[in-house]
């Protein structure tokens, strides 16, 4: 199945919850840049690219498995979902592949949660948890999906939409941690484009004052 062209990537939840600017720039301006970082995560994404089930220590495993929520307007597909028998019934549990280790931010969480709410749209069937699989630490992070990590996945992809209906990239906004790591930087001039605007509202400011408003 491919993405329907009105629905939202999945994969723009994890760059919204990241950066809103830099999910404007991929999926609206249709902007992309390599670095070391994205090069890595295609390396690692290279062992689920492949569509195929099979069965491990008694579990159902999927990969590249096709995804969409017409609640949420979001389509996809997840690296891995494992089907776990319980009782007759199967539950998912998505895993999400990742490069590097776990992060500070709740980007990829956000992202493995959207394939939650996904799937259970699709299957009828609750999803509390899954899996982030990083590939430096190459262990498993198991991620709940409890109600405030559902709410910013939900408030995410109401974002997106919103940006998609509008058609507008968002302004820029340096954040060192994240920035420097970001593939779009100079594509993106994040420190240029935030002291542009900022001296802009300061300028603003001192004309209004000086205008005895």
């Known amino acids: 199945m491919e ?3 009105a629905s939202i990537p999945l994969s723009a939840i994890q760059h919204a919850v990241y950066c809103p600017r ?3 720039l991929i999926h609206l301006d249709r902007l992309w840049a390599e670095n070391r970082f994205t090069a890595e995560g295609q ?3 290279a ?3 492949e569509a195929g089930g099979r069965r491990v220590r008694g579990v159902r495993r999927q990969t590249s498995l096709p995804l969409a929520s017409a609640r ?3 389509a996809g597909v997840a690296d891995m979902v ?3 028998d319980e009782g007759g019934l199967e539950r998912p549990f998505p895993i999400e592949f990742k490069r590097g280790k776990p992060k500070a931010h709740r980007a990829d969480e956000a992202q493995l949660c959207a394939q939650a709410l996904c799937l259970e749209e699709m299957m009828g069937r609750a999803v509390p948890e899954g899996a982030l699989y990083y590939a430096e630490t190459k262990r498993r992070l198991v991620i709940a999906f409890d109600a405030e990590l559902r709410a910013l996945t939900e408030t995410a992809a109401a974002e997106l939409r919103a940006m998609f209906a509008g058609g507008r990239v968002p302004g820029a906004l340096y954040r060192a941690e994240r920035c ?3 593939s779009l930087i100079e594509l993106c001039r994040p ?3 935030s002291r542009s605007a900022l001296n802009w509202r300061q300028h603003s400011v001192e004309r209004l004052l000086g205008s005895g408003l």
């Open 3 to 5: 993405e329907d062209d």
């Open 22 to 24: 830099q999910a404007g």
């Open 43 to 45: 390396i690692v994404h």
């Open 47 to 49: 062992r689920v690219d």
């Open 72 to 74: 949420l307007g979001i």
């Open 82 to 84: 494992e089907f776990i």
């Open 180 to 182: 420097r790591a970001c």
């Open 191 to 193: 420190r240029a484009l």
